[in-house]
Every structure is written in structure tokens, then in C-alpha cells.
């Protein structure tokens, strides 16, 4: 089974520019989520899609982040413009579910690793 | 959800077994216990999570104290694999994993 893809791995560019990082989720999940993790800390939910609904865009700063999960399935992160504190690694996860009373774990990709100089 | 504290990093040597501690004084009774861990470069991995009773799989086993204000985490023969941060989060149904700054861990040969 193939497991979250993300790409690119690796992103580099100069302050003000804009950037955006693609997400697929797993096959079949419903859920999908965009964290933020910043160096030496653990991850921090930026929001959150149930099928093409974002249910949670909470902790998204809306004046420069975007995102979309057209048709249920992948997903796009948009930073426009970036600034030299949006330097961090950008987290795509999937679930099969989001709420209710199982326990749905959650599948990381490998991450897109932002740097704005 | 309750938070959680971890000791920021641990050595464990290879083949020996690792033991995680994890304080979460404030949890609440439907709340379960997750451990994930991160190895370098690569997103967090689901490793285990209990409610109540202690829990074991094919990758470690979860040990849950009576009163549930602390657990931990064992990994049985540790490899240089094993290398990671690991968190601990205590968490409802809901979808929101709280992660904190979790432990370092270094299997050593």
C-alpha cells in the first residue's frame, strides 16, 4: 500500500516569493490534514479536510496560507507571500476518519522541508 | 486533551530494552494514550495507544499505570533503527493530535 506522497522533498526561496506543496493522501482516506513543524518541535496542525470540506482551518494564518482539496482526494498548500519565519518542514497526514469513537490513527508523509531566506 | 511530559532525550544501548516515561497527570477518562515517533527526516509513524489496560504489538509495548497519570513506552531489544523522537499524546475521539517537543532517543552500538 502506498503511503502519504508529498512533494517536493525540499524547497528553497528568497522572502516575498510564493510556493506551494502538493499532497496524496492514501487511498480511501477521508481526512486529511497540513501541519507545520518548526525545528526541535513537534508538529502543529495548520488544518484540517473532511473529503473536500475544510473543517478546521483554525491555527491557518489566512492572510498568506491557502489550501485546497479539490475533489476529495489530493491537496495543495499555498504560502503567498512567504516570509523568513515560514521556514519549516510542511506535513501532509491522511486518517480514515477524522471524529467519532474509534480510534483512527494518523499517516504522516515524509514532509516538504521550507527554506525562505 | 490533557498535556503530557517527557524527558527531553534518553540513551538506551543496542539490544537492550528502551523504557519511555510519559507524565500526563490530567488525563481524563476517555482519553487514550498515543505514542508516535519521528525518525530523522521521515514524518511521525503510529507506534501504539491504550485507554486503560496495558497494550502490546509487533512494534512495543504500552504500559498504563492503574490511576492512568503516567505510562510508558517500551521498546523490548532496541536496534540503531530505534533511533527517533518519540511523543507521547493524550488525546479524546476527537482528530487533535498535541504534540509537544517529545524524546530524543539514541540507541547506542
Known amino acids: 500500500e502506498a503511503g502519504v506522497v508529498q512533494s517536493p522533498r525540499y524547497k528553497i526561496i528568497e522572502k516575498k516569493q510564493p510556493v506551494a506543496f502538493w499532497c496524496n493522501p492514501i487511498s480511501g482516506h477521508n481526512t486529511l490534514y497540513w501541519y507545520r513543524q518548526n525545528l526541535g518541535q513537534g508538529p502543529e496542525l495548520l488544518i484540517r479536510?473532511?473529503?473536500?470540506?475544510?473543517?478546521?482551518d483554525s491555527q491557518l494564518p489566512k492572510d498568506r496560507f491557502s489550501a485546497e482539496r479539490l475533489k476529495g482526494v489530493d491537496s495543495t498548500l499555498k504560502i503567498q507571500p512567504a516570509e523568513l519565519g515560514d521556514s519549516a518542514v510542511y506535513l501532509c497526514?491522511?486518517?480514515?476518519?477524522?471524529?467519532?469513537?474509534?480510534?483512527?490513527?494518523?499517516?504522516f508523509g515524509p514532509g516538504t522541508r521550507l527554506t525562505v531566506l | 486533551d490533557a498535556k503530557t511530559t517527557q524527558p527531553p532525550s534518553m540513551d538506551c544501548a543496542e539490544g537492550r530494552a528502551a523504557n519511555l516515561p510519559c507524565n500526563h497527570s490530567t488525563i481524563s477518562g476517555n482519553e487514550y494514550v498515543y505514542w508516535y515517533r519521528q525518525i530523522h527526516s521521515q514524518g511521525p509513524q503510529y507506534i501504539i495507544h491504550?485507554?486503560?489496560n496495558n497494550e502490546t504489538n509487533e512494534m512495543a509495548s504500552l504500559i498504563i499505570t492503574e490511576d492512568r497519570k503516567s505510562s510508558t513506552l517500551i521498546l523490548p531489544h532496541a536496534t540503531l533503527r530505534d533511533t527517533a523522537v518519540y511523543y507521547c499524546i493524550v488525546k479524546s475521539g476527537t482528530y487533535k493530535y498535541i504534540f509537544g517537543t517529545g524524546t530524543r532517543l539514541k540507541v547506542l552500538a
Open positions: 479536510y473532511e473529503n473536500e470540506e475544510a473543517v478546521d
Open positions: 491504550g485507554l486503560k
Open positions: 497526514a491522511s486518517s480514515l476518519r477524522g471524529t467519532g469513537t474509534g480510534v483512527y490513527e494518523q499517516f
